[in-house]
């Protein structure tokens, strides 16, 4: 969906070398790399029921990002304990997602985000009693993670057929959240 200009191995050492605290959502974008670009409520032309549905997801996907910067983090360092913090993590992101209503238009999106994030789960999940490193090799080679950027493309792809009237900086926004969470 993406590519990174920061070098894995590079990536890896710099998330290594931060302290096992929980990271700030521009911490998180910062360390995957991933321009932060925020959906603008004020410039949306959806009416303000879905303006809300749709910040309260983004700030679901923002605690995703930060779960992405830690869980790579944790597997960088192959610290055990931080990787079983992260798949709890993932569960409680997951169970709040799926706890989280959602209009007619957003509900498709929330639900691949959904897939995505199980998808994402189960891959990390099979890799935690290791506590090994996890290459983006790996991540290339693995059908979970194929499956969780299909998913998150498809979200970004209903936001933008639900929403056609919004902006450019909002579409923009739509994508960005999405490729934030995409790990392949």
Do not use: W
Not at 105 to 111: H, K, Q, Y
Not at 126 to 145: C, I, K, N, P
Request: glycine letters at 4%; one cysteine or more; charged letters at 25%.
């Amino acid at each position: 969906m993406k590519t990174s200009c920061l070098p894995v191995a590079a990536l890896a050492l710099a998330l290594a070398a931060m302290p096992a605290r929980a990271l700030t959502v521009e911490e998180g974008y910062a360390a995957i790399p991933q321009k932060q670009q925020s959906f603008d409520a004020r410039a949306s032309t959806l009416p303000r029921a879905e303006v809300d549905g749709l910040q309260r997801l983004f700030g679901l996907v923002d605690q995703g990002v930060v779960l992405r910067a830690e869980t790579l983090r944790a597997h960088a360092a192959g610290n055990e304990t931080e990787i079983k913090r992260t798949l709890a993590r993932f569960d409680a992101l997951i169970t709040s997602l799926e706890k989280e209503a959602a209009s007619e238009a957003v509900a498709p999106a929330r639900d691949k985000l959904l897939v995505a994030l199980r998808d994402q789960r189960r891959f990390f999940g099979a890799r935690a009693v290791t506590g090994s490193q996890v290459r983006r090799q790996e991540y290339r080679l693995s059908a979970e993670m194929r499956e969780a950027s299909r998913s998150l493309f498809d979200a970004y792809r209903v936001l933008l057929k639900a929403f056609p009237g919004e902006g450019r900086h909002n579409k923009t926004a739509f994508r960005n959240y999405m490729d934030a969470l995409d790990y392949y």
